[in-house]
């Protein structure tokens, strides 16, 4: 199973590496004042990519949270590739980085360049995905959301959504899972499933399940296939905004209305998503919060300090319907 079910309380025994200090730390110009003369703690991010809106917000959000910390910020996008990621943390282990965050883009596949930090002492925090381990300590604990739990949430208001709409019979259902392999994509479509298996085992049914790769673009394509396979869906489960946006203008392309003749369930919670539920295309969204630099640059301190930090820091969010999207669209931060 996943490793990010274990809530241990991890000690960090991390001091990491003075002898490390002789490499170049060029600034990046993400850098703040930090605290008085002291020199400051150098992170190395590696980012998944710029696949959606919630990967700029949350993008975004680490890069204020990291000057506003006075860290030494070493940036890189892998533009969804894992290769990338692993040449991106083998150099902030050459650099001698005193912690590297990352957010894996896929669960397997980690362990050899994992090994190669702790090697270095370098400790590593995982922050938004989770990886597959079979050596729990080879990161230290991870920042993000619960998207099994974020499935369940899903499947929960789908139910909502279908007596809202008076939806009777049959629920055949496409789902636009995300990146095949990814932590979200895997865990949000299990909790779907356990709510449907539980509950619905006779009325629902996926009837059609492709990735879109968490892309407006593959979300687009994926769902016109689906339309020309499946004509009868009548409920759209995006595993996130982007790709039920990009389904919307397909649907719509051929002719139906999303939110009516289709109706839409999507996760995250982006302002271009409230904006699609607003106007009466999307039905319900499950928010996933991207805002995790503040958190992730607190724990970041504590790990280089060798402090003891949770195994799993939970992002705390909630469930929007249609009717709520017009009031909630102003306050949206992201
Ligand atoms: O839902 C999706 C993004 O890992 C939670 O990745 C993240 C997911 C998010 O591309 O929009």
Request: hydrophobic share 40%; proline share 3%.
């Amino acid at each position: 199973m996943l490793s990010r079910r274990n809530f241990l309380t991890a000690a960090v025994g991390v001091a990491a590496a003075t002898g490390l200090a002789a490499c170049a730390k060029e600034d990046d110009g993400s850098s703040g004042s930090g605290s008085g003369g002291s020199k400051a703690l150098v992170l190395g991010f590696s980012q998944v990519g710029s696949e959606s809106g919630w990967r700029s917000a949350n993008t975004d959000s680490v890069k204020a949270a990291a000057k506003e910390a006075g860290y030494t910020l070493k940036f890189s996008d892998a533009q969804q590739k894992q290769e990338n990621q692993i040449s991106a943390i083998r150099s902030y282990i050459t650099q001698g980085v005193d912690v590297i965050a990352f957010s894996p883009v896929v669960v397997t596949g980690w362990d050899a360049v994992l090994k190669e930090a702790k090697a270095k002492k370098i400790p590593v925090v995982l922050t938004d995905r989770s990886v597959e381990t079979s050596d729990e300590s080879l990161y230290v604990t991870l920042v993000g959301s619960d998207f099994t739990e974020e499935g369940r949430r899903a499947g929960k208001i789908l139910e909502k959504v279908i007596a809202k709409a008076g939806l009777k019979g049959q629920v055949k259902i496409a789902q636009l899972e995300g990146t095949t392999g990814a932590a979200p994509a895997i865990e949000r479509a299990k909790g779907f499933k356990e709510v449907m298996d539980a509950d619905h085992a006779d009325d629902w049914k996926i009837v059609v399940s492709q990735t879109g790769d968490f892309t407006r673009a593959g979300g687009k394509q994926v769902m016109a296939a689906f339309l020309q396979s499946n004509p009868d869906v009548n409920v759209l489960f995006a595993h996130n905004d982007d790709m039920a946006i990009g389904a919307i203008q397909s649907i719509e392309a051929a002719g139906k209305k999303p939110g009516k003749d289709i109706l839409i369930v999507s996760i995250d919670g982006v302002k271009d998503g409230f904006v699609a539920m607003s106007e009466g295309k999307i039905n319900a969204i499950v928010e996933c919060n991207p805002l995790l630099g503040p958190q992730l640059m607190e724990v970041v301190q504590k790990v280089k300090d060798g402090k003891p930090v949770e195994r799993w820091i939970k992002t705390k969010e909630g469930d929007f319907m249609q009717d709520q999207a017009a009031a909630a669209l102003p306050t949206r931060k992201y």
